[in-house]
């Protein structure tokens, strides 16, 4: 089934358009779950690892019938090495088997055939001995697409035959993304990130589902409304994947202009203020209840 079709249907299923990031980071996680792996581990990335599973795990069926996707970002996974990326495998299987789209965030950028191979790898499936074989349970990825079109269609090759989706960069919520993003271009009398936006809408305009959505979406912060709603109207079949939203400073009000008028389009990630609520003054318990801390966020 094609991912804007799949992805369409969770929301309005769930009622809910929010993504949940599955962004565990050791300090942060509870302080009994730490000790609980250490003690069977020791102090290892062995150790850290399985504590990620077992968070994400206890967020992932706290959250399952209310959201429609989760987000884990690929860099605290890699930094804890291939045990990590174990960690971030077993999440995913378990996200899939609980009925959520999984978005694999690794703003991944590059071309030819090595922009093939990440496509494979994420999104495809890997030759083995004669055999293809899907290696990632995983339904979208972030891209960078500031390399051009080589950097992007073997991704959405890749898309349109497994039925799988991508994000792309076009404005991000970062507070510096304006040295780049706003750049005004002269001759073409947009800024860069809205030129990216003519591209992804240009892109994706031969994988559209039967939603009226493409499987080639956008990345577009919270934290900049104005420029949310003029890329909206650059960009009205792709999907906003919209992160920003809470920690960084993005509001209810600033993520309005992501979506369409008929209220569909967009997708807002909240990672820190759901799956480490139990820390917040007032939150419930002080990490044991961590799951319903994050249900109730």
Known sequence: MHFADRLTAAIKKKNSAICVGLDPQLPKL??????KMKAEHGPTLKAAA?????????????????VPAVKPQLAFYEELGHEGMWAFEETCRYARAAGLLVIADGKRNDIGSTAEAYARGFLGKVELFGENKAVQEVDALTVNAYLGLDGISPFIKVCDEEGKGIFVLVKTSNP??????????????MSISEL???F?????????????????????????????????KIMP?????????????????????CFNEDGSGALVVNARGIIFAFAKDGGVGAG??????????
Not at 176 to 189: F, L
Not at 213 to 230: D, I
């Open 196 to 198: 990216m936006g003519h």
């Open 176 to 189: 510096s993304s304006g040295d780049v993003q706003d750049r005004v271009i002269a001759d073409e009398k």
């Open 237 to 257: 079949t792709s999907i906003f994947l919209v992160p920003g939203y809470g920690s960084q400073g993005g509001s209810a009000e600033d993520v309005r202009p």
């Open 288 to 297: 044991e209840n961590f799951a319903d801390a994050a249900r109730s966020a």
């Open 30 to 35: 509870p302080g009994f779950l730490l000790a």
């Open 50 to 66: 399985n504590a990620y599973v077992e968070f994400n795990k206890g967020i992932i069926d706290a959250v399952k019938d209310l």
């Open 200 to 232: 992804v809408e240009s892109w994706g305009s031969d994988s559209l589902g039967e939603c009226g959505y493409s499987s080639v979406g956008a990345v577009v912060g919270a934290t900049f409304p104005a420029q949310a709603a003029k890329l909206r």
